[in-house]
C-alpha cells in the first residue's frame, strides 16, 4: 500500500524568508511524487514532480523538491516566500509498482501555508 | 481555453435527488478521473477512466456510477443524494494512466445536499 503524510497542518513564514513544507512516503519501491498547490475555491494545479533522475527538482513559480530516498522524504521549498504563495499544498504518490489500478495517486492531507508581511 | 471543464460549479440539492456533473477535457489526454475532496479538504479518487475503460474504481457506494461517452469526457451521476455526499467534486486528466505525467484539475463542483 502507499501512503503519504505531510506532518504540518498550517506552515507560517514571513515574506522573504525560505519556506518548506515537509512531506514523507511509503511505497513499495521507487516513487512518482508530486507536488500540486490549490487556492481558495480553485482546483488543484501541479507545481513539480520526481520520477527519475536528479534529485532535486525545479518547478513552477520558484519551487523546488529535493528526493530524499534514505529519509523517504520529498520537502517542498522556496528561497524567498511571496504573500501569493499563500494557499494548500498537497503532496502526492504513486507507487510504480502498484499496476492493478492504473494511476492512482494517494494524496496527503495537505498543509496550509500563510506567508505574512 | 479551459483545459479540464466541469459543470455545473455550484449544486444545491434535496436529499433523495438524482443529479449529474458533467467533466470534458480538450487536452488530448487518455486518463480522466473524479475526486472527492471533504470538508476537511481530504482528497480521494473515487474513478479512473483510460481511453473510456473503468481502471479504477474505489470504495465507492453503488449510488455513484461513472460514464465516459468519449476520451475526452467523463461524467458522475449520483443516485438518491445523500447529506454525506455533500463536498468538493473534481475532474481530471492525464496523459498517461501510469502515473508519470501530472493531472490537471477542473476548478471543482462544490455539491451541497439540504
Known amino acids: 500500500a502507499q501512503s503519504v503524510a505531510q506532518p504540518e497542518d498550517q506552515v507560517n513564514v514571513a515574506e522573504g524568508n525560505p519556506l518548506t513544507v515537509k512531506c514523507t512516503y511509503s511505497?513499495?519501491?521507487?516513487?512518482?511524487l508530486f507536488w500540486y498547490v490549490q487556492y481558495p475555491n480553485r482546483g488543484l494545479q501541479f507545481l513539480l514532480k520526481?520520477?527519475?533522475?536528479?534529485?532535486l527538482v525545479k518547478g513552477s513559480y520558484g519551487f523546488e523538491a529535493e528526493f530524499n530516498k534514505s529519509q523517504t522524504s520529498f520537502h517542498l521549498k522556496k528561497p524567498s516566500a511571496l504573500v501569493s504563495d499563500s494557499a494548500l499544498y498537497f503532496c502526492?504518490?504513486?507507487?510504480?509498482?502498484?499496476?492493478?489500478?492504473?494511476?492512482?495517486?494517494?494524496f496527503g492531507t495537505g498543509t496550509q501555508l500563510k506567508v505574512e508581511l | 481555453d479551459t483545459a479540464v471543464s466541469q459543470t455545473p460549479k455550484y449544486l444545491v440539492t434535496q436529499m433523495g435527488n438524482d443529479k449529474s456533473i458533467k467533466c470534458e477535457q480538450n487536452?488530448?489526454?487518455?486518463?480522466m478521473y473524479w475526486y472527492k475532496q471533504d470538508s476537511k479538504k481530504f482528497l480521494k479518487i473515487m474513478f479512473s477512466?483510460?481511453?473510456?475503460?473503468?481502471?479504477i474504481n474505489e470504495t465507492v457506494p453503488n449510488r455513484f456510477s461513472p460514464k465516459s461517452p468519449d476520451k475526452a469526457h467523463l461524467n458522475l451521476h449520483i443516485n438518491s443524494l445523500e447529506l454525506g455526499d455533500s463536498a468538493v467534486y473534481f475532474c481530471?486528466?492525464?496523459?498517461?494512466?501510469?502515473?508519470?505525467?501530472?493531472?490537471?484539475f477542473g476548478q471543482g463542483t462544490r455539491l451541497t445536499v439540504v
Open positions: 502526492a504518490v504513486r507507487d510504480p509498482q502498484f499496476t492493478g489500478g492504473g494511476n492512482k495517486l494517494t
Open positions: 520526481y520520477i527519475t533522475g536528479d534529485n
Open positions: 487536452l488530448g489526454h487518455d486518463t
Open positions: 481530471a486528466s492525464s496523459q498517461d494512466g501510469l502515473g508519470r505525467t501530472e493531472a490537471f
Open positions: 477512466y483510460n481511453n473510456k475503460e473503468l481502471i
Open positions: 511505497v513499495s519501491g521507487n516513487p512518482y
